[in-house]
């Protein structure tokens, strides 16, 4: 045994245990003193020491750092290992450190320094206080390292607990939503504020460190200094709601109320500071006097109504406020006010009212009532009397009902004026039958008819709740339209609102025809709109057939004057025969334009091919600027034929319309119009766009003509252009009078094509669609002053119609409207 290795510990006897042959230092017996002196100082102290020794750096420790290795991992096989091998996942770290000690370096220190290891299965942080010192051999050179070490990861994460404790509580204090402060010393120094104490005193961060008083000057001689004085002084807390006080904000003196209380922190008997917490109840008290304020106006309110007005509050329904025409519906006098109104409503007669008022404050729904008879005692004149009235619930601040507000307006006189209007009535229904008289009546508002049992039975049909354009069909046909005409002509303010049309109905089941003689008069409100239209029917059929006799022998006398009709239809047929010649002639002429359209661009054709051809071998400057005018006229030339062909084709090549995508279409139009959209950088949004009956090649012709001549027309050097196309439908009646579309219908898509480009005159808005006019010149912008010609053709081909809205350089709308 070496004496060196004596010792106790668990380490001493691991360490004289272990093979150290197999290390590189060999057995002890040939370490050098200065080994074995170190190893005896690590086994003989209690403070944690590590020791590594030699090139490969074999370890040492001892018992008091043996559990910082934990009970399972390096330990004991930390012991005469290298120290790489140990520690890799820490070895980054330590090494240079070792290396700067070896090397001559001064010793290391460092404090909770984090070094993470592998222990109990698991990688860990540990946090280290250490010391690296080198160990001279007997040469006097390095040849060692010794560590002390302490562990002091647990004061480590304890500290972290504890600052992130303090940052929690300086976080509760600065966002608490109540002022909180301290106040030190006699001299009350604001000691601490947080922003809601800033914020009520309308101060900044800066009054921090300045004594109270010197920070508010404004409460100098206000309650609020005498208070903090006296709660310093005695050590007894002060509390107070709602207290005003002024303070200077903005340079103004403000006053507001602050609920706050101040407590006092004592320290060895004596008070050191002042704990203020404040809340700024200025908005609540405001709405409290608002409350109070809209509470004295509506007693006010009351008093002064022009309709009978009541509060009942509470539970018990006390008659808190009642104005005198209340009271005098009461017929008790004003000994009701300040009474449960179940103690002034105490008759078997008023147990509903009871109820109602109980069901009101129950439920909070309201009760309204017309015409609610109610007997009673008013001016001393007892009777049935009748009222409009209606018991509203008032809810306070959370939603709890604490009134009832009832309002009621006597109609006695207008119920009794509407019975005898009744009683009225039925005596002219009574007269109306015994003059044999059918009565109708139609709502305007519904279209709703209503036939009494008379007209029920001559028309065969009762129309119920249904629309009286439905009893139209029941009608001869050719007095159909008449009594439509009629009917919307008694509903115009304009005419009177006389009713007065003779027509045949035909019973739907017997076939019979009867001839009535109506008659109406339409009722207006006081806007002048229509709101009913009333009248009866007679039938006349015995009387019209007694006309209808006399008209016979009339007839036999006009013989003579059917003979000049005769003559009348004979000249009407010469001018249909010239009205088919001119047809005829229209057709030959489209005819004519095409062929000569289409025959005119073979020469074209060959003069600009022969012009190409002497361009090339001509020489002359003059002879070849001949040449590119002369090319550039046939150019233009073949584009006027080429559109004139077009145009003359819409006229020549009808086809049968069927549905045609716009969208599609306008996909088309794109791909044509690819080339040139990018080259002019245009964007072009299409949105939406209907399905419509029509010529898909001509449409395409309308579509492609208005996004050219938006691409065309842009404003030259300024932008992007903007071509947008977008649809919607439009009903007849929302046309604008100036449009005539080539057929009518009920509704029409509006399909739109607007751009960004030079606009034009409004002036010019009808010219711009005749064949060859143009509002530039030819040099401005290349044309023919066609395109736009043909856009009208092929919209009037379908029926509808075109036109546009422009100013000058604010782009120009095209709208196309199409028949649905």
């Not at 690296?132 to 560590?147: C, F, M």
């Not at 010393?185 to 009054?207: R, Y």
């Not at 005018?629 to 020549?652: C, F, K, T, V």
């Not at 009037?796 to 409207?817: E, R």
């Amino acid at each position: 045994m070496y004496p060196f290795l004596a010792g106790q510990g668990e380490m001493a006897a691991l360490i004289r245990r272990f093979d150290w042959a197999t290390t590189s230092l060999g057995t002890p017996d040939g370490w050098p003193q200065s080994l074995r002196t170190m190893v005896s100082v690590i086994l003989n102290s209690k403070f944690p020491m590590f020791l590594w020794w030699g090139p490969d750096l074999i370890q040492f420790y001892n018992d008091a750092y043996r559990p910082s290795l934990g009970t399972s991992g390096k330990h004991p096989s930390a012991l005469g290992q290298p120290g790489e091998q140990t520690w890799p996942e820490s070895w980054s770290t330590i090494k240079p450190l070792i290396d700067q000690v070896v090397s001559g370096g001064e010793a290391t220190w460092s404090e909770d320094q984090l070094i993470p290891i592998d222990r109990n299965g698991e990688r860990q942080d540990v946090y280290w206080t250490f010391s690296l010192s080198p160990v001279a051999n007997e040469s006097g050179q390095p040849a060692g390292v010794l560590v002390i070490c302490t562990e002091t990861t647990k004061a480590v994460v304890n500290y972290r607990k504890l600052e992130a404790s303090e940052a929690r509580y300086r976080l509760m204090f600065e966002l608490a939503p109540v002022a909180i402060g301290t106040l030190r010393g006699e001299d009350l120094i604001i000691e601490t504020a947080n922003p809601k104490v800033l914020e009520i005193l309308g101060k900044p961060a800066s009054i921090v460190g300045q004594p109270w008083l010197e920070a508010l000057p404004e409460l100098v001689g206000q309650p609020a200094e005498t208070i903090i004085q006296e709660v310093y002084r005695t050590g007894v807390p002060f509390t107070i709601s709602e207290f005003s006080a002024q303070l200077e904000k903005n340079g103004q003196l403000r006053r507001g109320y602050y609920t706050f209380s101040y407590l006092p922190l004592i320290e060895e008997g004596e008070t050191t500071r002042i704990l203020q917490v404040a809340v700024d109840v200025t908005e609540q008290v405001a709405a409290r006097q608002k409350i109070a304020q809209s509470e004295a106006k509506l007693r006010s309110l009351i008093e002064h109504a022009p309709v009978a007005m009541c509060l009942f509050v509470g539970p018990d329904l006390t008659i808190e406020l009642a104005n005198e025409s209340m009271i005098r519906f009461f017929g008790k006098g004003h000994s009701i006010l300040g009474k449960p109104v179940g103690d002034v409503l105490n008759t078997p007669g008023d147990r509903f009212a009871l109820q109602l008022l109980d069901q009101v404050f129950t439920t909070g729904d309201a009760y309204e009532a017309q015409n609610a008879p109610a007997d009673l005692t008013i001016d001393g004149i007892p009777g049935t009397y009748y009222f409009d009235f209606s018991l509203k619930p008032l809810v306070d601040e959370v939603g709890a009902v604490y009134a009832i507000l009832e309002t009621a307006v006597d109609v006695t006189g207008q119920v009794l004026a509407r019975i005898k209007l009744q009683e009225a009535e039925t005596d002219l229904r009574v007269a109306v039958e015994l003059a044999q008289l059918g009565t109708w009546s139609i709502d305007v508002a519904t279209n709703g008819l209503v036939f009494s049992d008379r007209l029920i039975e001559w028309f065969g049909y009762d129309p119920g709740a249904q629309a009286y354009s439905q009893v139209i069909p029941i009608l001869d046909g050719n007095d159909q339209e008449r009594v439509n005409r009629a009917v919307a002509r008694a509903l115009d303010p304009e005419s009177g609102g006389v009713y007065d049309e003779i027509y045949t109905v035909i019973h739907p089941t017997t076939g019979q025809r009867r001839i009535l003689h109506a008659q109406g008069k339409t009722v207006f409100d006081a806007t002048g709109k229509a709101v009913r239209l009333n009248g009866t029917a007679q039938d006349i059929t015995l009387q019209r057939q007694l006309q209808l006799a006399l008209e016979n022998e009339v007839q036999l006398r006009t013989q003579e004057l059917a003979a000049a009709n005769e003559e009348l239809l004979a000249s009407n047929e010469e001018l249909e025969n010239a009205n088919e010649l001119l047809n005829r002639s229209n057709e030959s002429l489209q005819q004519f334009a095409y062929v000569a359209s289409h025959d005119l661009q073979e020469p074209l054709r060959k003069i600009q091919s022969f012009g190409d051809l002497l361009r090339g071998s001509y020489g002359d400057q003059d002879g070849l600027l001949y040449l590119d005018r002369m090319q550039a006229a046939g150019g233009r030339m073949s584009i006027l034929i080429r559109d004139l062909l077009a145009y003359a084709r819409l006229g020549m090549e009808p086809s049968e319309p069927i549905m045609v995508s716009l969208n599609q279409v306008m996909d088309t139009v794109q791909e044509n119009l690819e080339l040139r959209i990018r080259e002019t950088r245009a964007q072009v949004s299409v949105a939406a766009l209907p399905t419509v009956w029509g010529d898909g090649w001509q449409l395409e012709q309308l579509f492609q003509n208005l996004v050219s001549n938006a691409l065309k027309f842009s404003k030259p050097g300024d932008g992007v252009p903007q071509v947008e196309i977008r649809s919607t439908l439009v009903q007849a009646a929302e046309i604008p009078p100036t449009v005539k579309p080539g057929r009518t219908a009920t509704a029409y898509y509006r399909i739109e094509v607007a751009d960004n480009g030079i606009g034009f005159e409004p002036r010019y808005v009808d010219r711009i669609f005749q064949v060859f006019q143009r509002l530039h010149g030819k040099n401005e912008y290349v044309g023919t002053g066609i395109g736009l010609a043909i856009c009208q053709k092929v919209v009037t081909t379908h029926g509808g119609a075109i036109t546009a809205t422009s100013q000058p350089g604010q782009g120009a709308t095209f709208s196309v409207y199409l028949p649905i």
